[in-house]
């Protein structure tokens, strides 16, 4: 078969199968096969929004995801530390304090970098399914500085 009556027939392809067959030829490292295919793929024109509007949105979204990760992830071992505790462990209420630790450090750092975003942090909680308890601003002067830093970069990094 020429090459003009393949493309055609790359043509009447869906996109599902075009994207199929180009898997396949990326895989044996055919990469006239795979442009031939791709040429063959229907070109649309499509309105958006602003680039900078879904960076940011999917970024917000990241970092909402991340938080609530992090919260249910720390309030659920302290959680657990403490009901050891109860049952006699000695180790566990040490576990329990560090948890407690991590979830300090982890609204003080949300705090703070919603406050760099311009981002209200009811919003990001609500959105992360977290409660939001207005930690007391003492509370959160108290909680460990090394703890926030980290905290905050990580959720600096997923906002860039």
């Known amino acids: 078969m020429k090459p003009a009556q393949v493309n055609k027939l790359y043509a009447k392809l869906t996109p ?13 490292l055919d990469e006239n096969e795979a442009d031939a295919i791709m040429e063959q793929v229907e070109r649309k024109h499509y309105l958006t929004c602003h680039a900078d509007y879904t960076r940011r949105i999917h970024a917000l ?7 609530g990760i992090e919260y249910w992830k720390n309030r ?16 566990a209420e040490a576990l329990a304090l560090r948890f407690l630790a991590k979830a300090l450090a982890l ?17 990001i909680k609500i959105m992360a399914g977290c409660p939001d308890d207005d930690v007391k601003p003492e509370a959160l002067q108290k909680a460990d500085v ?15």
């Open 16 to 28: 599902y199968e075009q994207a199929a067959l180009v898997i396949e030829a990326a895989s044996r």
């Open 146 to 160: 090394e703890l926030v830093k980290q905290y905050a970069e990580m959720f600096a990094g997923l906002t860039i």
């Open 76 to 91: 659920t071992l302290m959680l657990l530390a403490c009901e050891y505790a109860d049952q006699g462990n000695q180790k």
């Open 61 to 67: 979204t990241a970092l909402v995801g991340q938080y």
């Open 107 to 123: 609204e003080a750092a949300i705090v703070e970098v919603c406050k760099r975003l311009k981002v209200d942090v009811k919003a």
